[in-house]
């Protein structure tokens, strides 16, 4: 496994965030489940790119890519059903969509952690 500081990175920052979202704690101009969905929404895009993005990169196909898919669709219905106050009945909900958008975040980069294995697997 590699970059395990950004994982524990990932997992530290979605747990304030899913924490503060919960207890309703002000942070700056930021209060509530909803507003703490977005900001973390914005942060998973963010990092995506750091680590599930170069997985899905180097096979796109494989197994742990799809299911890194099937995360991020989760996990941006969640963010766009905040931002949008859509009504999807699970997520419509901002303190589900919160604990649902912190779970797929740091699943997907738990996945992205495998990288080594993947590269092992190709070279034999």
Known sequence: MINKEILILETILSAIIVALGLTNTKVLFLQGPRSMTIVLGIMGMLLCTNSIGKFISAAPAHPL???????????????????????????????KALVILAVAFVLKGLIARFLPLLDASVKS
């Open 65 to 95: 890519s799809i299911l890194g898919y099937i995360l991020g669709i989760v996990a941006m219905a969640a963010f766009l059903t905040q931002v949008f106050k859509l009504n999807i009945p699970v997520l419509a909900d901002p303190e």
